[in-house]
C-alpha cells in the first residue's frame, strides 16, 4: 500500500462511504463550508491541490470552483482524533458558499446563550 493509501486508510467513513470535511481559511481560521469526501475525493484532495468533494445531491465528483471560479487551494489536511471528520484549511478565492457568500456559516444566527467554562 502507498503512502496515500496508508493516510486514506486512516479515514473511518461512514455506512455510505462518507466522511465529513469542515473547511476553513488557512490563515484566518475562518470557518467556510462543510462537504462530504469519499476515499476518492480525498485522494484527488491530497494529490491534486485543490479540493474535491463528493455531491451527495448530484451523485458525483465535484472540484471546488471549476464552475463557479471560486478556488479552494489546499495548503493543509488533518483528520480528526477519531478519524471520521477531516479538516481542511485552505486558500479560498471567493465565495465558498453555494448562494454566492463567502462562508455558508454567515447566515443564521441561532442565539445561544453564552456559557462559561467555570459552570
Same mark, same amino acid.
Given at each position: 500500500?502507498?503512502?496515500?493509501?496508508?493516510?486514506?486508510?486512516?479515514?473511518?467513513?461512514d455506512?455510505?462511504?462518507?466522511?465529513?470535511?469542515?473547511?476553513?481559511?488557512?490563515?484566518? +481560521? *475562518?470557518?467556510?463550508?462543510?462537504?462530504?469526501?469519499? #476515499?476518492?475525493? %480525498?485522494?484527488?484532495?491530497? !494529490? @491534486?491541490?485543490?479540493?474535491?468533494?463528493?455531491?451527495?445531491?448530484?451523485?458525483?465528483?465535484?472540484?471546488?470552483?471549476?464552475?463557479?471560479?471560486?478556488?479552494?487551494?489546499? +495548503? *493543509?489536511?488533518?483528520?480528526?482524533?477519531?478519524?471520521d #471528520?477531516?479538516? %481542511?484549511?485552505?486558500?479560498? !478565492? @471567493?465565495?465558498?458558499?453555494?448562494?454566492?457568500?463567502?462562508?455558508?456559516f454567515?447566515?443564521?444566527?441561532?442565539?445561544?446563550?453564552?456559557?462559561?467554562?467555570?459552570?
Amino acid at each position: 500500500m502507498s503512502d496515500i493509501e496508508d493516510r486514506i486508510a486512516q479515514v473511518a467513513f461512514d455506512d455510505d462511504g462518507l466522511a465529513p470535511a469542515i473547511v476553513q481559511q488557512w490563515d484566518t +481560521r *475562518e470557518v467556510l463550508m462543510l462537504a462530504w469526501m469519499d #476515499a476518492e475525493a %480525498l485522494r484527488r484532495t491530497l !494529490t @491534486g491541490g485543490r479540493a474535491v468533494y463528493w455531491s451527495r445531491s448530484r451523485q458525483e465528483y465535484w472540484r471546488k470552483g471549476d464552475t463557479s471560479g471560486h478556488i479552494q487551494a489546499v +495548503r *493543509e489536511a488533518r483528520l480528526d482524533c477519531d478519524g471520521d #471528520a477531516i479538516l %481542511l484549511l485552505v486558500d479560498q !478565492t @471567493g465565495a465558498a458558499c453555494h448562494l454566492g457568500t463567502r462562508s455558508c456559516f454567515d447566515t443564521t444566527d441561532l442565539e445561544a446563550v453564552p456559557g462559561s467554562a467555570s459552570e
